[in-house]
């Protein structure tokens, strides 16, 4: 599971989409793509198919309500951004939603080099990240 910030929801954004989730470690050959039911994805998906990028047995699978487990992940994303009224420009989205998600994985014990409990050690990590001093 992933997901990508993307201006538009073309067939270029759905590539480069597949192409991020495919280049992550635990990624093999999938053998069933499940996405929501954006027009964009069936294009993708073939012209990976065609370029070698993606297993040609791979199927697409698309159903509304079977991502509901990323877009539950997501609602804590949602609540945050609410009060703010949202962004004005999407490089300051981009920006803001990156450092939400990468509190969210060191709070989800996501990051290798960072226990869990270990608070000075995750707060040093975050100010390392965004140029603060801890």
Known sequence: MDFLLSAKRDAAAARRFFRKALKQAHTVNPRTLTVDKNAAYPSATKTMKQAGEL??????????????????????????????????????ARRTLAGYEILAMVRKGQVAALPVNDMPSQAAFVASLFGAVA
């Open 55 to 92: 297993w040609r047995f791979t199927k697409l699978r698309q159903v509304k309500y079977l991502n509901n487990i990323v877009e539950q992940d997501h609602r804590r994303i949602k609540r945050l951004v609410r009060p703010g009224l949202g962004f004005q420009g999407f490089h300051t």
